[in-house]
């Protein structure tokens, strides 16, 4: 699977961001689908998940209500479309695919794949 992650920026507090991950390969389609953090100085936290086939988006609570993950299968493409945006929410954010998802997405050393990062700086 690979994954290459676009769309960071800087943005103000309270504005909005939209992040895509393109996806290839044979067998993205069995994965889950999800995004990860990693904010200066801190370590790597889930964002958001969502199964390739059937949907079903998890969140964490620091952005449930404000950010929505999403499939385009026609175009290959994962999104996390992000409102409101809070300073805390400056970070790295990977776009990652995983076989398993659910909690495991909180097992973070045992993601299947990883793509590049792409920086999103919130600014108060």
Same mark, same amino acid.
């Given at each position: 699977?690979?994954?290459?992650?676009?769309?960071?920026?800087?943005?103000? #507090?309270?504005?909005?961001?939209?992040?895509?991950? #393109?996806?290839?390969?044979?067998?993205?389609?069995?994965?889950?689908?999800?995004? @990860?953090?990693?904010?200066?100085? /801190?370590?790597?936290?889930?964002?958001?998940? @969502?199964?390739? @086939?059937?949907?079903?988006?998890?969140?964490? &609570?620091?952005? /449930?209500?404000?950010?929505? @993950?999403?499939? &385009?299968?026609? /175009?290959?493409?994962?999104?996390?479309?992000?409102?409101?945006? /809070?300073?805390? &929410?400056?970070?790295?954010?990977?776009?990652?695919? &995983?076989?398993?998802?659910?909690?495991?997405?909180?097992?973070?050393?045992?993601?299947?794949?990883?793509?590049?990062?792409?920086?999103?700086?919130?600014?108060?």
């Amino acid at each position: 699977v690979q994954l290459q992650a676009s769309g960071g920026g800087l943005v103000q #507090a309270g504005g909005s961001l939209r992040l895509s991950c #393109a996806v290839g390969g044979n067998t993205f389609s069995r994965y889950h689908l999800g995004w @990860i953090r990693q904010a200066p100085g /801190k370590q790597r936290e889930f964002v958001a998940g @969502i199964r390739w @086939i059937g949907g079903g988006p998890i969140y964490s &609570d620091s952005v /449930k209500g404000r950010f929505t @993950i999403s499939v &385009d299968s026609a /175009k290959d493409t994962v999104y996390l479309q992000m409102n409101s945006l /809070k300073p805390e &929410d400056t970070a790295v954010y990977y776009c990652a695919a &995983d076989f398993r998802g659910g909690s495991h997405w909180y097992r973070l050393t045992e993601i299947d794949y990883w793509g590049q990062g792409t920086l999103v700086t919130v600014s108060s």
